[in-house]
């Protein structure tokens, strides 16, 4: 009988919840359609949570509220999609309930369930219900009745537990997504089976932690895409960042802001930072607004409606192939780039390349995402061009993390990429492609359009805020208060590589018109040059020049 929980079982109970979570990600994933389709919650909560054991394991906490408090600021930071937001959310109300706590009764533990409950209800702006929201909060109530009866610890936990895998098994009623698709939520199985995993810890029963399904058969075990339209997705792009505070800027007005151009928003934040996970259709503006509260340490940027699209192609796949015992040929070669702008992704696509990873300048992508990438490419050698130089050691990192090959040609701009792209062969070795991919981009000559965030020296060139400025190579060539005096410079820089072609791509805060017009003018100083424009959609550089 348990009567209390201190910080050494917590820290069990926690460790116990983050490891069921990973060895059930895939069956959680395979549930996962709401919003259609979000990522994977399974392996969203499964990062988010794993980053917070790490951090546990580091300690021997002196009691209960040091241990949460760890768990909670752990979880924030390393919080992934709309589940894992939702789940530091609970933690981090839970957290607060037992702060400076030795240890927390079973009464003291079901109201910090429910303060939990509390705080993730009131970050995310339009609570859904048929979510891991209702699920944590009928459980969360659950075990207040119970302790409030006199219940221990796992009699506590047992109720929640009870309650709370009814409320999971009616969500394929309450959410009419998940009623088209037959399933229960994924994030509500998750909660679910880390709580099982906590009771199993309580009673020191962790090595037979339960793997445990919906509980009701008249539920499917995944979701089906083709029950939905890709078109039926609103909002194609889901956001996910963090930002450092400098200010004393409200964060509810960045959720009310929020509220106005996407849905799924929520909004964390502390006294150090702000997490925010939003669906939208303009990055861009998400960002610029968001910059207005403090530096982005962190941008995760994903779309919805392209994971759909290939999720439907998986399922006509496996549809269609004869059943065999044979796993499937893995390819030998393939192809990771990183980029941001669907028309950049798009052209790396149309070129060969098997996963794109979005990211780019302020929002470089971490050594797990690349890697992740890796794994999803599925070939024994995988390229990989980082299109950055801040991106470039992240991906060499991932040479010792997988068993695949993994050669990482040092592209530093788009334009280098997507030469080494055109340059592939298939047919070469390893060797071979490395060498003529590594060349191609060395040709390149990149010239960046961008503007001036704040007052600074750069190059020894004193900068204003706003003024636009022409990087060439990342060394910067010119700033001037209006773009059109930046032309001649540009193509100057760009004659000196005596180029045969030009191409502009143009960013997202471009329009066509105003596009045509730049490629026009700096046509006009560049004879006998084919140049070529494409919106390359890109966030940060108005345009981004390649002379080759």
């Keep these: 009988m348990r009567e209390t929980i201190d910080g050494a079982l917590f820290k069990d109970m926690f460790t116990a919840g983050a490891l069921i979570v990973e060895e059930n990600r895939q069956a959680i994933n395979e549930l996962n359609v709401f919003p259609v389709p979000d990522g994977d919650t399974g392996t969203n909560m499964s990062l988010t949570m794993d980053n917070a054991r790490s951090a546990l394991s580091a300690i021997e906490p002196s009691g209960i509220g040091e241990a949460a408090d760890i768990t909670a600021n752990a979880l924030l930071r390393g919080a992934r999609g709309n589940s894992g937001v939702i789940l530091s959310l609970l933690f981090r109300g839970f957290a607060r309930a037992v702060k400076d706590k030795k240890t927390a009764d079973s009464k003291e533990f079901s109201a910090a369930l429910t303060e939990g409950v509390a705080a993730a209800y009131k970050a995310v702006m339009k609570p859904s219900e048929g979510t891991i929201l209702t699920v944590s909060r009928i459980a969360a109530a659950a075990a207040c009745e119970a302790a409030e009866n006199g219940l221990d610890i796992e009699g506590t936990l047992k109720a929640a537990i009870d309650a709370g895998y009814i409320a999971l098994a009616e969500t394929v009623e309450q959410n009419p997504v998940l009623k088209k698709a037959g399933v229960i939520d994924a994030g509500g199985k998750g909660y679910m089976l880390m709580l099982d995993a906590m009771l199993s810890s309580v009673k020191g029963e962790a090595q037979a932690w339960p793997v445990v399904g919906a509980r009701s058969p008249e539920t499917r075990e995944k979701a089906v895409f083709s029950d939905f339209e890709t ?109 941001a702008g669907e028309g950049l992704a798009q052209l790396f696509r149309e070129l060969g390349a098997d996963f794109i990873i979005s990211g780019g300048q302020t929002m470089n992508p971490s050594t797990e995402d690349i890697l992740e990438g890796i794994e999803k490419a599925g070939a024994r050698t995988v390229f990989v061009l980082p299109n950055n130089k801040n991106i470039i050691l992240a991906a060499e990192q991932c040479r010792a993390l997988t068993d695949r090959n993994v050669i990482v040609i040092p592209t530093t701009t788009v334009p280098q990429g997507i030469s080494a792209m055109m340059v592939m062969d298939m047919g070469a070795s390893d060797e071979e492609n490395s060498a003529s991919m590594t060349e191609a981009a060395a040709a390149v000559r990149t010239v960046s359009v961008t503007y001036a965030a704040r007052d600074s020296v750069f190059d020894g060139t004193e900068i204003s805020e706003g003024d636009y400025i022409a990087l060439c190579d990342g060394k910067l060539m010119g700033t001037e208060l209006e773009l059109e005096a930046l032309i001649p410079k540009i193509s100057e820089a760009l004659l000196e590589q005596s180029p045969s072609c030009v191409t502009v791509f143009y960013g997202s805060d471009v329009n066509a018109g105003e596009a045509e017009a730049f490629s026009s003018a700096l046509g006009e100083l560049m004879h006998d040059v084919d140049l070529v424009l494409l919106d390359g959609g890109q966030p940060v550089y108005y345009y981004l020049i390649s002379a080759e």
């Design 231 to 339: 078109e039926d997705i609103n909002f194609i792009y889901c956001t996910e960042f963090i930002i450092s505070r400098s200010n004393k800027k409200d964060p509810q007005l960045l959720s009310e802001f929020l509220g106005g151009v996407g849905d799924s928003v929520v909004v964390v934040d502390d006294d150090e930072l702000i997490k925010v996970h939003v669906h939208n259709n303009c990055p861009g503006e998400v960002l610029t607004e968001a910059l207005t509260y403090g530096s982005l340490l962190t941008v995760k940027i994903e779309n919805m409606r392209e994971q759909h699209t290939e999720n439907l192609s998986r399922e006509k796949h496996s549809s269609t192939s004869s059943v065999t015992t044979e796993p499937a040929a893995e390819k030998d070669t393939a192809v990771v780039a990183i980029c």
